[in-house]
Structure formats: C-alpha cells, structure tokens
C-alpha cells in the first residue's frame, strides 16, 4: 500500500513537471508543441496566438476554430487568451498504442480571408502502465532427464508505454534448479527463458514454485509478476523438432476465407506416442489472431477463417507449439510471421476543412470559398488521392499542402442565371485499379444589385373617353427585375413634364407599389386629345436602377356638343332669319344656305340637314350634305308670298344631338338679283348689318391661319422628301394613268405615314359646294378598320376615283367601298 502511494505522487509529480517544461517550436512552418500526457483537462500547450502571430481580437473577428483529425477533439483555444489548451484527457496508448511517435495534427481554421494553419502536437509518454503478464499463473511440465542448460521460454511481460518507460528487466526468485537468461528475438526485442542450471529429480521435489517479476524504465519503477508453477515429468526426453524456427509469408488482405496458409511440420526422435506430434498456437496467443487463423492439430496445417484488415494490421506474429503424446508430454516452440499485403479496398474520402461561404456573384476570380482535404485508409500509391471538378462550373481546385485543397472561384458569376451550384468533387486514388468517391457541395450566389427594371412594353398606348369620372383608373404599368429580395423590388413614379404648360402629375398620378395610373379630373377630348406621360420603375437596391416607359393617352370624343348654327347670323340670335326670293325663280334656285358647325370630332362632328316643316313642302329642298336650300319647282303666281321653313340640324353621334334653325323667305315680284353663294350670302349682312357674331369672325380668322400655316408647312416638307416620308399634298394631277378634269382629290398624310384626311369636289365647287373632310387620330381603336373613313359624296363615281387614287398612291393597302363608305382594310 506505501509503495502504491509513492507511485501516484512521482507520477503527478512527473505531470507537473511536464506541463510546467512545454516546448513548442516550428518546422517547415508548422508550429508544432510537446506536452506528456494525461494533463488535466485546461492545461495550457502553448500561446497560439502569439505563435501564428494573431491578435487577441483576430480570434473573433475571424472566427478562429481548431480542428482535429482524431474522432475526439483534445484542444479548444482559450479565446480570452489566446493559449491552445487541454479539453480531454488525452491517453497516448489508446492514440498511437506501441507507436514510438504519437503527434496529434491540428488544423486551425481562420475566415475573412480564409486562411489555414496546421499545428502538431507530440504526446510524450509517460510511466503510467505497469507491465503486465498476459499469463498470470504459468504452468509448465519438465522432465527429470531435461539436460543441464536447456532453455525453456516464458511468457514476455507487455507494457502499454514506450522508450524508457517499457519493459526493461526481469527478476527471477533465487532457486537451486533455475535462472533467468535474456534471448534477443527480432525488432531488438528481448524476452526472458527458463534455464535449467542442476539436473531435476521428481522424487526429491516434483514442483517448484517460482515468481517471475518484469520491471520497466520508468520513474519510478512498475512492476508486474507471473506466477510459475513448474511439474517434473518423468522418461520422456526428446522434444519435437521443428523444420525451421521461423516461418514467414505474405497474404494479400483480400485473401478469402477458408485459404490455405501454410503447413507446419515437426518430428520427434522418440518412438510411439512419445513421437506423435500435435499442433497449436502458443497459450498466450491475442484473440485478435485466435479469430483470424485457425491450425489444424493433427497435420499442422493453418488456413484462414476471418478477414485480414491491412489498416488493422501490417503483420501477425504467431507463437506455435509442438507437442508430443509422451509421458511426460515434451513440446517445442516455432514462430510463424505473416505479412499482410495491402490491396486496394479503401475508397478516397473527401472532407470539407470549412463549410461553403455564399458568394456574391460579382466575385472576382479566385475568390476562396471553401477548403477540402481528401483522405484514403490505404498505403503507399493506394493511399495518394487526387481531386477534379465536374466540367461546366466557375470554379476550381487550387491544391495547397498535405492533401489540402481550396475551392475558389475561376469565371464570373450571374445570379439571375444560376443561384445557387452543387458542384460535384470527384476524389481518386492512384490504386489499381483506382477506386473513387464523390461529394457535392452547395454554394449560393447572392444577389448584387445588376439588373434594371424592365417594363413589359417600352410603351404604351391608352384610350380613355371624355368626360370620364375623376379617380378612374385609366392604366396600369408593370416592370419586373431579375435581381432577388430588395434588388427586385419596384416602385413606380411619374417623370415630371408639362401638358398645356400644367404639370403631368395635375391630369394623373400613380400608385407607386403596383403601377396603377388613375386621373385626377375628367378630360374634354375638345381641349385636350393626347399627352405622353413618363412613367419610371426604379428598384431599391443600392445604388438603385431605373428605367422609364411612355404611355400615350388618347382621349377619344363622345357626342357631347349640338350643331351650333353660324348661318344665317340672325338664327343664332334666335330670331328668324328672312330671305328674299324672286317669283321668277326657276327649279334649282339656290335660296340661302344653312351653315352649322359641330365642336366635336369624327362621326360626331358629321352634320346633315333635313326640312322639318315647311309653309310648301312641294316648294323647297334642303341638300341632305351641304345645308344648300333650293327650290324644287318653278314658283306659281298662287304661291303665297311669305315662306316658313324650319330647317332640322342633326349629328352623327349616339345618342344623336340637334339643333334647329327657321328661315322665312318672302316672295317678290320684279327682283330679279339672284342669290349667288355662300360667300356672297355671307358678306351682304356684314356690308347691309354689320352685325356679325364674335364667333364667326373668330372661327373665320382661325381657319385662314390654320390653312395657311398647313400650306407652307405641306410645301416645305414636300421639297424636303421626295419619298413622301414626311406631311405632303397629292392631287389627282400627280397620276398620269388617272384622268378626269371634273374632279378634284385631295389627300393630306400624316408625317408617319397614315392618311388625315381626304377631300372629294365635285366639277363645279363653286355651285354645287359637294365636299367632304375626315380627319382621325391614327391611334384610333378600331378592331377591323383603321386611318380613316370616308362618307359618300354626291355619286359612286367620286368613290371609284377615290379608291383609284389611293391603289396607285398606297400599294400595300386593301381599299374598299362597302355600305356608303371608303375604308382601308388593314
């Protein structure tokens, strides 16, 4: 009990000792530290942010982790600081078992840049394994007639520590009969043998009883014993012999069971059952042998009943032992080694030193995201491992040391084409023939602020009545971005610019989130028929993106104004409006004629007159067209001389509006002054009354200038482009194949090429005033026709030549004549 007691205070004395004496130095730039084992667990190995020359601070911010090739993980870092210390008891036989080295390789693991440090850790032994005796109590049977000197070998004692601290001595108990001898055996290994020193008489004592202590290198000394129980047998005296003392050979590992080894053979000079041998493997044989090899007792032969493991083990040494049937029974030692052939059975492994990191797609190349290290259980060419990547990735294996690779970046990065890559590491080793593994590893892509917005059209046309209710939605834009989370986001506003000098945003505004454009007020297509507003889809990234898109609204006209009566003056004043009329009058005479105009556009504005009432319907006609009034007949001498016409003045609209105008003629005798025209009617009330309304002069005025201005504006863009891609004026004049010299074409054509108006006279303007104008937007919607639309004027013929002239002027185009119309089929 003292001595047990002395020995665990030399050995926590020897720990301290240790603990308090560590070196640490670095080779080849690996910083590499020496510590005994079995420290207690927070024991400091050394400064390892001094050695790899870090800050205290670089611990956290680059999140400094150390890692260990072993299952368990021995060492944690002191992030206070910064001392490699002892996180478990660390026991150097269950590391490195007989190992004369035992170093323990670490990896620290340092981000932002990602870096790699390998540190080694060598385990010192020290004496805290007794040896020990596999065979506590040993029992052997000797002859009295063994010869003087002859050896008889014992059981070696093991010890679970190495160098000075294993087995060194053996002490045998003083006897009269034995002495121990040291034989040498291989690997400068020593085992202790028996030696008879004075020959054996049974009858004098047939058992002795000796102890065999085994004692080690160690500070202080450990011990362990075997009991020795010696029988003297009697006669018997020739040992078997074997035909070598050693037997060597070599088994591939992928050897299959039930394969013969090899065969043993022994004799013995004896005769009868003192000469029949049998077979076995030594009493102190491990398990780990019994479990794998098998002998036959008999014939000696050994075959093999489990599976031999290269990485398990190199080699088998096994103790075989020749027996005899003799009384006493005599047997004789051998030694069988075999040598296990490495094959290779192990397929790489691939191990990631650092998991991926995300990486921003617009990433340099080179970028590290991660590190890999590849292992192979095999040795020698079975054991060198190398790395590929699958074709068609942006990334590759840069190759740093020891196995170890980086994963970095080697092309550019598109998120919006690839989020995210599993890319697929494919490790081989260099056996025959090679085995491999594979591993994926996922990298994400995060998303860099790259991509505008983009609208679903660079434009968009609208088409909104007048007189639509204030808050309506009138359209809605939509952009989408390719880009992810806040880069994706859209949010829509309206570019400022003007409309009639008013800015854009007084007509409309937007809702920013979805695009939605509502107006603010109602439109009257007879102020306002089209504004542009500048609509732009801008993201929230940083910096943030943008892009614009124009939407075109056309207000489209509703019926919404009456004809308004310009002629005669007196009707607008609300007032009859007298004529005279010679009775001499003959059939056709031009009377007056009726002058109304419309404020709305198109169809709307198309205005036609019709007789109501009359004092003699039989006497008077009204042109359906021009207003025009004439007689029907000659006036009779019974004819009353005071006229009534109520003249009715209705639009094209829907629903239709009207206006209504009351002309009394009064019939004379003897004047024979004819009305004229239009033009003649209309200047006599100026020079007679000089009563004409603001208005007319107004509208009049604004006509000749807007005629005038079209004109020279025609002229000069006809000089300008021969190739009619601008405004221009053609007239029937202008086609040689097309002659008519009672008519009259004019066709006016928009800049971007549809036509605005077309205008048919009929032979003689002056008297006849046959006239037709129609002007459209050409943007109108219209689901089968589109330009514009011609009412008939006076015959089928002015059509005919209509049609002609647009053939020959705009050959891409289908003309057609259908239901009192000219249309452009599109």
Same mark, same amino acid.
């Given at each position: 009990?003292?001595?047990?007691?002395?020995?665990?205070?030399?050995?926590? #004395?020897?720990?301290?000792?240790?603990?308090?004496?560590?070196?640490?130095?670095?080779?080849?730039?690996?910083?590499?530290?020496?510590?005994?084992?079995?420290?207690?667990?927070?024991?400091?190995?050394?400064?390892?942010?001094?050695?790899?020359?870090?800050?205290?601070?670089?611990?956290?911010?680059?999140?400094?982790?150390?890692?260990?090739?072993?299952?368990?993980?021995?060492?944690?870092?002191?992030?206070?600081?910064?001392?490699?210390?002892?996180?478990?008891?660390?026991?150097?036989?269950?590391?490195?078992?007989?190992?004369?080295?035992?170093?323990?390789?670490?990896?620290?693991?340092?981000?932002?840049?990602?870096?790699?440090?390998?540190?080694?850790?060598?385990?010192?032994?020290?004496?805290?394994?007794?040896?020990?005796?596999?065979?506590?109590?040993?029992?052997?049977?000797?002859?009295?007639?063994?010869?003087?000197?002859?050896?008889?070998?014992?059981?070696?004692?093991?010890?679970?520590?190495?160098?000075?601290?294993?087995?060194?001595?053996?002490?045998?108990?003083?006897?009269?009969?034995?002495?121990?001898?040291?034989?040498?055996?291989?690997?400068?290994?020593?085992?202790?043998?028996?030696?008879?020193?004075?020959?054996?008489?049974?009858?004098?004592?047939?058992?002795?009883?000796? #102890? #065999?202590?085994?004692?080690?290198?160690?500070?202080?000394?450990?011990?362990?014993?075997?009991?020795?129980?010696?029988?003297? #047998?009697?006669?018997?005296?020739?040992?078997?012999?074997?035909?070598?003392?050693?037997?060597?050979?070599?088994?591939?590992?992928?050897?299959?069971?039930?394969?013969?080894?090899?065969?043993?053979?022994?004799?013995?000079?004896?005769?009868?059952?003192?000469?029949?041998?049998?077979?076995?493997?030594?009493?102190?044989?491990?398990?780990?042998?019994?479990?794998?090899?098998?002998?036959?007792?008999?014939?000696?032969?050994?075959?093999?009943?489990?599976?031999?493991?290269?990485?398990?083990?190199?080699?088998?040494?096994?103790?075989?032992?020749?027996?005899?049937?003799?009384?006493?029974?005599?047997?004789?030692?051998?030694?069988?080694?075999?040598?296990?052939?490495?094959?290779?059975?192990?397929?790489?492994?691939?191990?990631?030193?650092?998991?991926?990191?995300?990486?921003?797609?617009?990433?340099?190349?080179?970028?590290?995201?991660?590190?890999?290290?590849?292992?192979?259980?095999?040795?020698?060419?079975?054991?060198?491992?190398?790395?590929?990547?699958?074709?068609?990735?942006?990334?590759?294996?840069?190759?740093?040391?020891?196995?170890?690779?980086?994963?970095?970046?080697?092309?550019?990065?598109?998120?919006?084409?690839?989020?995210?890559?599993?890319?697929?590491?494919?490790?081989?080793?260099?056996?025959?023939?090679?085995?491999?593994?594979?591993?994926?590893?996922?990298?994400?892509?995060?998303?860099?602020?790259?991509?505008?917005?983009?609208?679903?059209?660079?434009?968009?046309?609208?088409?909104?009545?007048?007189?639509?209710?204030?808050?309506?939605?009138?359209?809605?834009?939509?952009?989408?971005?390719?880009?992810?989370?806040?880069?994706?986001?859209?949010?829509?506003?309206?570019?400022?610019?003007?409309?009639?000098?008013?800015?854009?945003?007084?007509?409309?505004?937007?809702?920013?989130?979805?695009?939605?454009?509502?107006?603010?007020?109602?439109?009257?297509?007879?102020?306002?028929?089209?504004?542009?507003?500048?609509?732009?889809?801008?993201?929230?990234?940083?910096?943030?993106?943008?892009?614009?898109?124009?939407?075109?609204?056309?207000?489209?006209?509703?019926?919404?104004?009456?004809?308004?009566?310009?002629?005669?003056?007196?009707?607008?004043?609300?007032?009859?409006?007298?004529?005279?009329?010679?009775?001499?009058?003959?059939?056709?005479?031009?009377?007056?004629?009726?002058?109304?105009?419309?404020?709305?556009?198109?169809?709307?504005?198309?205005?036609?007159?019709?007789?109501?009432?009359?004092?003699?319907?039989?006497?008077?006609?009204?042109?359906?067209?021009?207003?025009?009034?004439?007689?029907?007949?000659?006036?009779?001498?019974?004819?009353?001389?005071?006229?009534?016409?109520?003249?009715?003045?209705?639009?094209?609209?829907?629903?239709?509006?009207?206006?209504?105008?009351?002309?009394?003629?009064?019939?004379?005798?003897?004047?024979?002054?004819?009305?004229?025209?239009?033009?003649?009617?209309?200047?006599?009330?100026?020079?007679?009354?000089?009563?004409?309304?603001?208005?007319?002069?107004?509208?009049?005025?604004?006509?000749?200038?807007?005629?005038?201005?079209?004109?020279?504006?025609?002229?000069?863009?006809?000089?300008?482009?021969?190739?009619?891609?601008?405004?221009?004026?053609?007239?029937?004049?202008?086609?040689?194949?097309?002659?008519?010299?009672?008519?009259?074409?004019?066709?006016?054509?928009?800049?971007?090429?549809?036509?605005?108006?077309?205008?048919?006279?009929?032979?003689?303007?002056?008297?006849?005033?046959?006239?037709?104008?129609?002007?459209?937007?050409?943007?109108?919607?219209?689901?089968?026709?589109?330009?514009?639309?011609?009412?008939?004027?006076?015959?089928?013929?002015?059509?005919?030549?209509?049609?002609?002239?647009?053939?020959?002027?705009?050959?891409?185009?289908?003309?057609?004549?259908?239901?009192?119309?000219?249309?452009?089929?599109?």
């Amino acid at each position: 009990m003292t001595k047990r007691m002395g020995y665990q205070d030399w050995r926590w #004395l020897a720990l301290w000792w240790h603990h308090f004496f560590l070196l640490w130095s670095t080779i080849h730039g690996q910083t590499r530290y020496s510590i005994p084992e079995e420290l207690k667990q927070g024991s400091v190995v050394g400064n390892l942010a001094k050695d790899l020359g870090l800050r205290l601070s670089d611990i956290f911010d680059r999140k400094l982790r150390v890692s260990s090739e072993a299952d368990e993980q021995y060492f944690s870092v002191d992030a206070g600081k910064g001392e490699l210390v002892v996180n478990d008891r660390i026991d150097r036989e269950a590391l490195c078992g007989q190992s004369a080295s035992c170093v323990l390789p670490l990896q620290v693991v340092l981000e932002n840049p990602l870096s790699l440090h390998r540190i080694e850790v060598e385990i010192k032994d020290i004496n805290d394994n007794s040896p020990n005796f596999q065979t506590k109590e040993l029992s052997l049977q000797i002859s009295e007639t063994a010869a003087v000197g002859t050896r008889f070998p014992l059981e070696g004692a093991e010890d679970s520590d190495v160098g000075s601290n294993s087995v060194k001595s053996y002490i045998l108990t003083k006897n009269d009969c034995f002495t121990l001898k040291m034989k040498e055996v291989e690997d400068g290994k020593t085992v202790p043998e028996l030696v008879l020193e004075k020959p054996l008489d049974r009858e004098k004592k047939a058992v002795h009883q000796l #102890l #065999l202590t085994a004692l080690d290198g160690g500070n202080p000394v450990m011990s362990g014993t075997s009991q020795i129980t010696i029988s003297v #047998l009697d006669v018997n005296d020739n040992f078997p012999v074997f035909d070598k003392s050693t037997y060597k050979m070599m088994l591939g590992e992928n050897t299959a069971k039930d394969t013969f080894v090899i065969k043993i053979a022994a004799t013995d000079a004896d005769e009868g059952p003192n000469a029949e041998v049998e077979f076995s493997f030594a009493s102190r044989t491990p398990a780990s042998v019994l479990s794998i090899f098998e002998i036959n007792s008999l014939t000696g032969e050994i075959h093999l009943k489990g599976n031999l493991d290269y990485e398990k083990s190199t080699s088998y040494k096994i103790e075989i032992t020749a027996t005899d049937k003799g009384l006493p029974r005599m047997e004789s030692h051998c030694r069988l080694q075999i040598d296990v052939v490495d094959v290779n059975d192990n397929t790489p492994e691939i191990v990631l030193t650092s998991e991926p990191q995300p990486v921003r797609e617009d990433s340099p190349s080179g970028t590290v995201v991660a590190l890999v290290n590849a292992r192979d259980a095999d040795s020698g060419n079975n054991s060198k491992v190398t790395l590929r990547l699958a074709r068609g990735s942006p990334f590759t294996l840069k190759p740093s040391f020891s196995n170890n690779y980086a994963l970095v970046t080697s092309g550019v990065l598109d998120r919006e084409r690839f989020s995210e890559y599993n890319i697929e590491i494919t490790a081989t080793d260099s056996g025959s023939p090679p085995l491999s593994s594979k591993k994926m590893i996922p990298v994400s892509i995060t998303d860099v602020n790259d991509n505008p917005p983009i609208f679903t059209q660079p434009s968009y046309n609208v088409y909104l009545k007048e007189n639509g209710v204030p808050g309506s939605i009138l359209y809605s834009v939509s952009a989408s971005d390719l880009d992810f989370s806040e880069n994706a986001k859209v949010s829509y506003s309206i570019l400022d610019s003007k409309v009639q000098d008013v800015s854009v945003s007084s007509y409309v505004y937007i809702n920013s989130d979805n695009g939605s454009i509502y107006s603010m007020h109602s439109f009257d297509y007879e102020k306002l028929k089209v504004f542009q507003i500048q609509v732009q889809a801008k993201d929230q990234g940083s910096p943030s993106l943008s892009s614009n898109a124009t939407v075109h609204v056309f207000i489209l006209d509703q019926n919404d104004n009456a004809p308004a009566v310009i002629y005669p003056s007196s009707a607008a004043l609300g007032s009859l409006s007298h004529q005279r009329m010679s009775r001499s009058a003959k059939a056709g005479h031009l009377v007056t004629k009726v002058t109304a105009v419309d404020a709305d556009s198109g169809h709307n504005a198309w205005i036609s007159y019709k007789l109501a009432e009359a004092t003699d319907m039989s006497l008077f006609t009204v042109n359906l067209y021009t207003g025009e009034v004439r007689t029907k007949r000659a006036v009779s001498e019974q004819e009353d001389s005071s006229q009534r016409l109520l003249i009715e003045i209705k639009d094209d609209g829907e629903p239709v509006q009207s206006a209504t105008v009351t002309v009394s003629i009064l019939l004379e005798d003897g004047l024979h002054e004819p009305i004229l025209d239009l033009r003649q009617k209309v200047t006599e009330p100026i020079k007679k009354t000089g009563r004409i309304t603001l208005y007319l002069i107004l509208s009049l005025a604004s006509v000749s200038v807007l005629s005038l201005v079209t004109f020279l504006i025609l002229a000069v863009k006809c000089m300008r482009n021969s190739r009619s891609s601008g405004s221009c004026c053609m007239t029937r004049t202008d086609f040689d194949n097309y002659k008519n010299p009672n008519r009259n074409l004019q066709i006016q054509l928009n800049t971007d090429g549809p036509i605005k108006y077309v205008e048919v006279l009929g032979g003689d303007m002056l008297s006849q005033s046959q006239s037709f104008r129609s002007c459209m937007s050409p943007m109108s919607p219209m689901s089968e026709y589109s330009d514009f639309t011609l009412i008939k004027p006076s015959s089928t013929t002015d059509f005919n030549e209509v049609i002609s002239v647009l053939d020959a002027s705009l050959p891409d185009s289908t003309w057609t004549f259908e239901s009192q119309q000219v249309s452009k089929k599109t």
